[in-house]
């Protein structure tokens, strides 16, 4: 049957280790291990049904949410998972919630930015989850420009307490997830205002809700900001909206790692950089960047495994129409972004490795890579997410028509993956961020200083000087050109971490050759998309331009046999692709056919609305009445 024998013989057909190449993936073979045996867990559980979503009402889904997050702490208390375990738990479980906001951002702000008393205080509780936190930056007005926040925290040295006030509309506190019906508490961002001084934003605990009946406290308004773009999707979570009418908090709430407040009302500076009132943001875009490969390997999944079952005109010998995977136009769509998958994959490893070096640097008052763990944060951030929520809707077109069905999980997965273009730092925002760090390195070029890490290139690049002086022209008026240079530096970062892959020892027959052919795919393709760029400023001739296409579409070739091995390697289970055309047994089109059953609409073989709205049409009364 077609697809059953597809995808089988596809396996056979393959030139390496696929389970070499699934540790590779995974990172170890102990991360492989964890991560099977708890996407199994998640896969057998029937609370983490996921195949419903898209139907359910608001707040239907989000009292799902709420009984999934419920069950999914019980489970790890029982089982006594450890973290790792946890977090690969919430991966599997594949649902937003406010649980994501509690690990993902207020305990790792509290642990950055907390003193060590502070830490001693809150987290404790928070580990248990004895209360619930979120991450209160953004406002109505202000998200990007974050020392443009207006709410308040004014000290009062009468009574040694912080007045927290949303003096405006815009002040409002506009998004944050897991506000809107679930915190109890909040790392709030306000101007910190002392004897009418304003020393700018920090960070402040700040309880909501009570502990008893989790209604919010005196002072506090609170709720969810609405419906967000899809079905399902992103509405599982609940992004909030949060007004303070002068509510007082203990002054040993404000965060104090950075800045201390003294009883007397005195601000204190310590030695950490005021930069890190930022860090849980650079903390998070790492984490993104690991994730775009999840997404983008998801997408990829599905999309190669669908085009190996799908076949359309070409009638071959047998009387067999061709697979779609096999036109050369399909190739040069999809193998650049299974090579993307694989590139994000280890980029995003190395910036974990980056993150965690200048961590422990930072515990020894080694502050000098800031500068570049905040530009490669934010740069490969801002050029992962934007490249993954482009390859999902490509995979959605490689699909046809079946793509756009919810049932091939493509649209879902879309709707929920790109707001990461702009939370944690809008992807232009955060390119500018990164031009900012470029110029700052090219200016100290000739002083003396030589440029390091993902920056060393430079030194070798003398027009570098010249580039510098037409800058200091002006930022603003070659903003748009700066934004492509920081791309492109971007780009060398994610190509030259996959190199350093390949050095690596890599075991397994074949395995090697095959991230070879994938690394090659995606330098020639990012060459290939900026043709342009690179001939205008003769980094390549015309010559090494069409060598480079032709090598392209002979990689191609040496993929295709390869293709479905390779998304086989994610080690992805049918329960988190959620898709009916990814299915790893290619048994696509009869489970297509059961799945529109399914649908609420054909509860029923007439619809409701019939007798109102359709027979009258029918019977022309309506007509008649008119006339
Ligand atoms: C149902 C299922 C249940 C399962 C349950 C199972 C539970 C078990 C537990 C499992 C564990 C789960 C783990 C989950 C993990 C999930 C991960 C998190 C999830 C992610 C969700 C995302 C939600 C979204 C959150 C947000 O969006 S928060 C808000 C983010 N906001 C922004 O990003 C704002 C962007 N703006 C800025 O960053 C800045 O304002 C700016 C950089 C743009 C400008 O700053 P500024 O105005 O100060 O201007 P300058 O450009 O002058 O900068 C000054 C100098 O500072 C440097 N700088 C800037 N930023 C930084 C930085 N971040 N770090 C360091 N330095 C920085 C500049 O370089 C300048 O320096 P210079 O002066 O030397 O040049
Ligand atoms: C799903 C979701 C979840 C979120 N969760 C949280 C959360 O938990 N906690 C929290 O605090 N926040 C959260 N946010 C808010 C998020 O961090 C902000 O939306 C984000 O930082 C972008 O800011 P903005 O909305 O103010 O965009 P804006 O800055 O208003 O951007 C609008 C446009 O202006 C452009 N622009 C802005 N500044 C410049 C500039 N200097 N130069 C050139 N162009 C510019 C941008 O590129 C964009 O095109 C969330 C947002 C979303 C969508």
């Known amino acids: 049957m077609a697809g059953f024998d597809d995808l089988a013989s596809e396996r056979s057909k393959a030139q390496f280790d696929v389970e070499e190449m699934k540790v590779i993936w995974a990172g170890s073979r102990h ?47 029982e089982l006594r998972l450890s973290e790792e375990e946890a977090a690969e738990l919430r991966f599997y479980v594949d649902e937003p919630a406010f649980m994501d906001l509690h690990w993902g951002m207020f305990i790792p702000t509290i642990k950055g930015q907390g003193t060590e008393e502070q830490q001693q205080k809150w987290l404790p509780l928070a580990y248990k989850m004895k209360i619930i936190g979120c991450y209160a930056q953004t406002e109505l007005g202000h998200g990007s420009n974050v ?18 006030h949303s003096p405006t509309l815009t002040s409002s506190k506009w998004w944050p997830g897991g506000l809107g019906k679930v915190s109890t508490h909040a790392v709030v961002y306000g101007r910190l205002i002392i004897d009418s001084k304003d020393y700018g934003v920090n960070g402040f605990i700040v309880q909501l809700r009570s502990l008893d009946d989790h209604l919010p406290l005196p002072g506090i308004t609170i709720g969810d900001i609405g419906m967000k773009f899809g079905s399902g999707a992103y509405n599982t979570m609940d992004n909030g909206v949060l007004r303070f009418d002068h509510v007082r908090i203990p002054r040993d709430q404000m965060l ?10 005195k601000l204190v500076q310590s030695n950490v950089p005021w930069q890190l009132v930022y ?24 999309a190669t495994r669908y085009s190996a079952v799908r076949r359309q005109f070409g009638l071959q010998s047998n009387g067999i129409e061709t697979q779609v995977i096999d036109y050369k136009t399909q190739q040069s769509r999809l193998f650049p972004l299974l090579a993307s998958a694989y590139a994000f994959r280890f980029v995003g490893e190395w910036l974990k490795w980056l993150y965690m070096d200048v961590n422990q640097r930072l515990q020894a008052s080694d502050f000098s890579t800031l500068p570049e763990a905040h530009a490669c944060t934010a740069g490969l951030k801002s050029l992962t997410t934007s490249a993954t929520a482009d390859g999902i809707e490509e995979c959605r077109k490689l699909c046809g028509g079946h793509g756009y069905l919810c049932s091939s999980g493509l649209p879902e997965l879309f709707a929920v993956y790109i707001p990461a273009c702009t939370y944690e730092g809008d992807n232009i925002v955060l390119l500018l961020q990164v031009a900012r760090f470029l110029i700052k390195t090219v200016s100290q070029l000739g002083s003396g200083k030589e440029p390091v890490g993902t920056t060393v290139y430079m ?15 002006g930022f603003l008026e070659l903003s748009a050109d700066l934004v492509q ?40 393709f990012i060459l290939h998309k900026h043709l342009g760029d690179f001939l205008s400023t003769g980094c390549i001739t015309p010559k090494q331009a069409s060598l480079a296409n032709a090598q392209l579409r002979s990689l191609y070739s040496q993929v295709r046999p390869n293709a479905i091995a390779l998304v086989d390697a994610f080690n992805y289970t049918d329960h988190y692709l959620s898709s009916v055309l990814g299915r790893y047994d290619g048994n696509v089109y009869p489970k297509l056919y059961e799945e529109a059953w399914k649908d609420p609409l054909n509860d029923s073989v007439v619809p409701d609305g019939y007798q109102e709205y359709i027979q009258p049409i029918l019977k022309q009364q309506l007509r008649n009445a008119r006339l």
């Open 279 to 302: 860090g849980t943001m650079v903390y998070v875009r790492q984490k993104i960047v690991s994730d775009a490969s999840c997404a983008l390997s998801r997408a990829v999944c599905i």
């Open 147 to 164: 020392q443009g926040l207006e709410t308040t925290a004014t000290f009062d040295p009468q009574t040694d307490e912080f007045i927290i």
């Open 485 to 524: 240079a920081a791309v492109a530096h971007c780009q060398l970062i994610v190509v030259s971490k996959f190199i350093e892959k390949l050095q690596q020892d890599i075991p397994g027959k074949g395995v090697k050759g095959q991230l070879e052919a994938l690394c090659n795919i995606y330098a020639l």
């Open 31 to 77: 991360t492989l291990e964890v991560s099977d045996r708890i996407s199994r867990l998640v896969a057998n559980d029937p609370v983490f049904r996921k195949d419903t979503r898209t139907m359910l009402s608001r707040k239907d889904l989000f009292k799902n949410t709420l009984r999934k997050a419920a069950h999914a702490w019980k489970r790890i208390i």
């Open 459 to 473: 030194g070798r690049v003398e027009q570098l000087m010249q580039c510098h002086c037409a800058v200091q022209k």
């Open 256 to 265: 104090m790692r950075v800045s201390q407040v003294t009883r007397e009302g």
